[in-house]
Nanobody
Framework: QVQLVESGGGLVQPGGSLRLSCAAS????????MGWYRQAPGKQRELVAS???????IYADAVKGRFTSSRDNAKNTVYLQMNSLKPEDTAVYYC??????????WGQGTQVTVSS
């Protein structure tokens, strides 16, 4: 069984920063892709950032220049550093992992609220 444990969400004022973490544990095959999605109320889940093993991260246009994602393969952990946060970044953020045999795993989600 595979578990993804997310942490780091919360309430922050516009212009502030948060750092999300997602650690994978359990019977997981080698990880290929690690990424973050988000879902705001009434909207579809959307890709925020994704890192394929050995490649540079890709980002949604809405977060380019403000968010940075990184991964620590030794710890099976992916991070999302979010700077210059805006109210429209408010959403539930989900960690997403693909292994090399095509299995996909999701975290439980962590709430990020940007409000004054």
């Amino acid at each position: 069984q595979v578990q993804l444990v997310e942490s780091g969400g919360g309430l922050v004022q516009p212009g502030g920063s948060l750092r999300l973490s997602c650690a994978a544990s359990g019977s997981i095959f080698s990880i290929d892709v690690m990424g973050w999605y988000r879902q705001a109320p009434g909207k579809q889940r959307e890709l925020v950032a994704s890192i394929t093993n050995g490649r540079s991260p890709i980002y949604a246009d809405a977060v380019k220049g403000r968010f940075t994602s990184s991964r620590d393969n030794a710890k099976n952990t992916v991070y999302l550093q979010m700077n210059s946060l805006k109210p429209e970044d408010t959403a539930v953020y989900y960690c997403n992992i693909h292994d090399f045999v095509g299995r996909i795993y999701w975290g439980q989600g962590t709430q990020v609220t940007v409000s004054s």
